[in-house]
């Protein structure tokens, strides 16, 4: 399946889960507000975080191996088996340990222990959350896109209505409740999916971990928790930056604006996991390649400019019809957070290049470089420019990632000539 068709296909998935997301925005909106915002915006960071090592974080490297053992059944089913044992036992301890710590999890990342209830919610569920990224990762590498597709819109369905229901009759707590649930009973959805393939059995998931799949997963892992590290925990710094000197008010203008990014990129972002990672993984010969970085550049670049383009132009349409007018003042953030999502995909088309060989020390040194440059710019930028120095650091710090994953990419293929 090429680019245009997985694209095609991916976006009725992605359609389907922007309209769940804008209309979550809108409940979010309407029940928590503008400081509400921030809070779910931290907690979102926190289940980030918990879940990658919850998940023993090898869920990208079995897209890549599921891929590139295509033509190899007994190997995809070694990968399975070793990835689905580290995902127990790493889900069961997190859980047990997430559960113990409600209450100062509560106080870091909410800062108000009145709410580590919703932390006992999300650590019973960590099993489930963590088995249904690993069979969305293997259902991705075996290329069954239409199955990745139906799963998708299930479990976007599902964060619709359990959040509308749960923001509505809790407020705040209950939307934090189904923030920690809905990938969970998503799960078995997406089992009923799997259950009639022909390459699907329980037990090809659970058993002896092998030593080298453990070691080839170990470099994903590697890479999965340096992001699930230093990316959540450098925006969770930079709410604290904003709301401590703008307030929490302002705080949620940005995780609006942020969160209106991360939906209509997702239609790119999506086809990058979907499309880009198994066929990257698999090609060897470097012509291929550079064609099919090409190609991405020509087709996904386009895509991100108008889309930045109209959301820019119909801004205070979509204010008022996403969210409410509290959160008028975000208008003025969106010039710069739409060419910064410009070049984050970029650097994002070339970072996929870079998962897809498993060059993870690179990978590792620029995630957390990148982490750290973006907090120290968005401290020196709201010093001079105010509150729009957030968003210029942001499109700052994607120009310099895209030049370093240019560069890196460059000389690889070079390499390899």
């Not at 998931?205 to 892992?221: C, P, Q, T």
């Amino acid at each position: 399946m090429n680019l245009l068709k997985t694209s095609a296909l991916n976006s009725i998935a992605v359609l389907m889960k922007m309209l769940t997301l804008l209309g979550i925005n809108k409940v979010l909106a309407v029940y928590v507000g503008p400081s509400g915002y921030a809070a779910l915006g931290q907690f979102q960071n926190a289940i980030q975080m918990i879940t990658t090592f919850a998940s023993a974080s090898i869920n990208t490297g079995v897209t890549k191996y599921t891929a590139e053992y295509h033509d190899n059944e007994e190997k995809q089913r070694t990968i399975w088996r070793t990835a689905g044992t580290l995902a127990l036992i790493g889900s069961v301890s997190s859980g047990v340990l997430v559960a113990l710590f409600n209450k100062p999890l509560a106080g870091w990342f909410l800062k108000d222990t009145s709410l580590g209830g919703v932390f006992i919610w999300f650590a019973v569920g960590l099993v489930f959350f963590s088995f249904n990224t690993l069979l969305l990762a293997v259902l991705n590498g075996k290329k069954e896109i239409p199955r990745y597709v139906a799963a998708n819109i299930s479990g976007s369905l599902f964060a619709l209505v359990i959040t509308a229901v749960m923001a509505q009759q809790l407020g705040l707590y209950g939307a934090l409740v189904a923030l920690a649930i809905y990938q969970s009973l998503s799960f078995f959805v997406t089992l009923l999916i799997c259950r009639k393939l022909h390459w699907f059995q329980m037990q090809h998931f659970i058993g002896r971990i092998d030593r080298d799949s453990a070691i080839n997963l170990s470099k994903y892992a590697a890479m999965a928790l340096t992001s699930a590290v230093c990316v959540p925990l450098s925006l969770i710094l930079v709410r604290d930056h904003l709301g401590a000197t703008f307030g929490w008010s302002v705080a949620g203008y940005w995780e609006a604006i942020s969160r209106l990014s991360a939906a209509y990129l997702m239609l790119v972002t999506t086809t990058l996991s979907v499309y880009y990672l198994p066929r990257l993984s698999e090609l060897t010969d470097v012509k291929e390649t550079i064609q099919e970085l090409s190609l991405g550049y020509k087709v996904i670049m386009p895509l991100t400019i108008v889309g930045g383009i109209i959301l820019y132009l119909m801004r205070d349409f979509v204010i008022e019809l996403l969210f409410t007018r509290e959160f008028s003042p975000m208008r003025e953030l969106f010039a710069w957070q739409m060419l910064g999502d410009v070049l984050k995909i970029g650097g994002w088309i070339l970072a996929y290049f870079v998962l897809s060989k498993a060059m993870y020390k690179f990978y590792i040194v620029a995630e957390i470089t990148f982490s750290i440059s973006f907090v120290g710019l968005v401290w020196s930028m709201t010093e001079y420019f105010g509150v729009q120095g957030v968003v210029i650091a942001y499109v700052i710090n994607y120009a310099l990632y895209w030049v370093v994953m240019a560069a890196y990419t460059y000389r690889f293929l070079k390499a390899q000539r």
